[in-house]
């Protein structure tokens, strides 16, 4: 057996520097480059894997990498979770099996179909108001507005003060990082953002027949218990907007910053879906989820320790080129089958089907109705532990 002290490659990146976090793509090459599986000379509870098929390894052999121990840097084994754990997201068979079931048959194909019309027409009126007004900001007059809107109406989150979602996004997602500066300047608020987000998990805030309501008809059919239905709604509110806010924005960016790209789009409007699947494996929003090695257990042939943490780049192992030809390259004619953007495996992302709706929606509404989008000045980064995510993105939209 390896010797996991001396085999596994030391690196001195620190993936949460500011540096890295607003371009960590160099850093990706570099921890491909350096092995299957390195060790970051600043997490010393870590190992990290950032090709693709390492990735997709330990993502699929659920049982020796655990989620039950959470999913970002801290080890629920040994420390206090950041917030009572998900019953999905931070949770193992057979409880997360039972929780699964229920969110998946609520967001399943079946209800994307129901759904579409609302969301085509509020992505028209959108994107029309966009092309109105001509210059925007792609992020607060785009990429941010369609999903905060579209998303609490299905779940039947009322309209005031849908601002914590945005707020609490950034905080849970930050909470998967170190306890750095992000982290603490978006946990300052953390009293009185969960106090409004756990409000609007009860069932008398919650629209009759919306999503946040089939939760608790669940409960009631005794799938769930009445105690786990708000921590499911909590799902809902936690995972269902800044990840598609993001999503959104950043193919806002990749079709902006490559125009021909943008023609080929427009010149055949049925590309929108799969240009944004490229978008999620070019700039994947969530650029990273760690998993808890359960028992002593070995990564390509090395040795991992039980309770070790995994750090499994999902971004690096997007851009792998062992996997992708010109992997840098954002082509929308290319199919990313097998992205992890959205996870993969068990866990694999269980709103696939909104955030693939979402996306589709919005970019062949644009297709249709934008001869050109172009930047019309330098876009500006909002760091965030977990998701890339952009804070202004200013385009100039032409009408078709
Ligand atoms: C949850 C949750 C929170 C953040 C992300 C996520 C990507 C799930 O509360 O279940 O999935």
Same mark, same amino acid.
């Given at each position: 057996?390896?010797?996991p002290v001396?085999d596994i490659p030391v690196l001195g990146v620190d993936p949460y520097a500011?540096?890295n976090?607003?371009?960590p793509?160099?850093m990706h090459?570099r921890m491909r480059?350096a092995g299957p599986v390195v060790r970051l000379a600043g997490y010393p509870t870590l190992v990290a894997c950032a090709r693709?098929?390492q990735v997709?390894?330990v993502l699929?052999?659920?049982?020796t990498f655990i989620s *039950?121990a959470g999913v970002g840097l801290a080890n629920f084994n040994r420390e &206090?979770?950041?917030?009572?754990?998900?019953?999905?997201?931070?949770?193992?068979?057979?409880?997360?099996?039972?929780?699964?079931?229920?969110?998946?048959?609520?967001?399943?194909?079946?209800?994307?179909?129901?759904?579409?019309?609302?969301?085509?027409?509020?992505?028209?009126?959108?994107?029309? /108001?966009?092309?109105?007004?001509?210059?925007?900001?792609?992020?607060? %007059?785009?990429?941010?507005?369609?999903?905060?809107?579209?998303?609490?109406?299905?779940?039947?989150?009322?309209?005031?003060?849908?601002?914590?979602?945005?707020?609490?996004? +950034?905080?849970?997602?930050?909470s998967m990082g170190p306890r750095n500066?992000?982290?603490?300047?978006?946990?300052?608020?953390?009293?009185?953002?969960? /106090?409004?987000?756990?409000?609007?998990?009860?069932?008398?805030?919650?629209?009759?027949?919306?999503?946040? %309501?089939?939760?608790?008809?669940?409960?009631?059919?005794?799938?769930?218990?009445?105690?786990?239905?708000?921590?499911?709604?909590?799902?809902? #509110?936690?995972?269902?907007?800044?990840?598609?806010?993001?999503?959104?924005?950043?193919?806002?960016?990749?079709?902006?910053?490559?125009? %021909?790209?943008?023609?080929? #789009? @427009?010149?055949?409007? &049925?590309?929108?879906?799969?240009?944004?699947?490229? /978008?999620?494996?070019?700039?994947?929003?969530?650029q990273t989820f760690f998993r808890t090695a359960a028992?002593d257990t070995t990564i390509a *042939?090395h040795a991992v320790a039980e309770d070790t943490k995994v750090l499994c780049m999902l971004a690096a192992a997007?851009?792998?080129?062992?996997?992708?030809?010109?992997? +840098?390259?954002?082509?929308?004619?290319? @199919?990313?089958?097998?992205?992890?953007?959205? *996870?993969?495996?068990?866990?694999?992302?269980? *709103?696939?089907?909104?955030?693939?709706?979402?996306?589709?929606?919005?970019?062949?509404?644009?297709?249709?109705?934008? /001869?050109?989008?172009?930047?019309?000045?330098?876009? &500006?980064?909002?760091?965030?532990n977990t998701?890339?995510?952009?804070?202004?993105?200013?385009?100039?939209?032409?009408?078709?």
């Open positions: 057996m390896a010797d001396v500011p540096e976090l607003t371009d793509y160099p090459e480059e693709h098929e997709h390894a699929n052999d659920h049982d *039950g &206090t979770p950041f917030r009572p754990r998900s019953l999905i997201l931070e949770a193992d068979p057979p409880l997360h099996t039972t929780t699964r079931a229920v969110l998946s048959r609520i967001l399943s194909p079946k209800v994307m179909q129901q759904i579409r019309p609302v969301f085509a027409a509020e992505a028209e009126r959108l994107v029309d /108001a966009c092309v109105q007004q001509g210059t925007i900001d792609g992020i607060g %007059d785009l990429a941010q507005r369609y999903p905060l809107k579209v998303f609490p109406d299905a779940v039947g989150v009322g309209d005031d003060g849908r601002e914590n979602l945005l707020v609490y996004g +950034d905080m849970v997602f930050n500066a992000l982290f603490e300047k978006s946990a300052a608020r953390f009293a009185s953002v969960t /106090a409004w987000i756990m409000a609007h998990c009860q069932r008398e805030h919650l629209r009759p027949g919306g999503f946040g %309501d089939q939760i608790w008809q669940a409960a009631d059919a005794g799938e769930i218990t009445h105690e786990q239905a708000p921590m499911l709604v909590r799902s809902f #509110l936690s995972a269902g907007v800044d990840t598609t806010i993001n999503g959104l924005g950043n193919a806002l960016f990749a079709l902006a910053q490559n125009p %021909d790209q943008y023609a080929k #789009l @427009r010149a055949d409007p &049925t590309l929108a879906r799969p240009a944004f699947e490229e /978008a999620l494996r070019w700039e994947s929003t969530a028992r *042939g997007n851009r792998d080129p062992r996997k992708w030809p010109d992997p +840098d390259r954002y082509d929308i004619e290319r @199919r990313p089958t097998g992205h992890m953007a959205l *996870g993969s495996g068990i866990h694999g992302c269980v *709103g696939q089907a909104v955030a693939r709706l979402e996306g589709e929606l919005i970019l062949s509404v644009i297709a249709r109705r934008v /001869a050109r989008i172009e930047p019309t000045g330098p876009h &500006t980064r909002r760091l965030n998701l890339r995510a952009l804070d202004t993105l200013p385009l100039r939209l032409t009408p078709a």
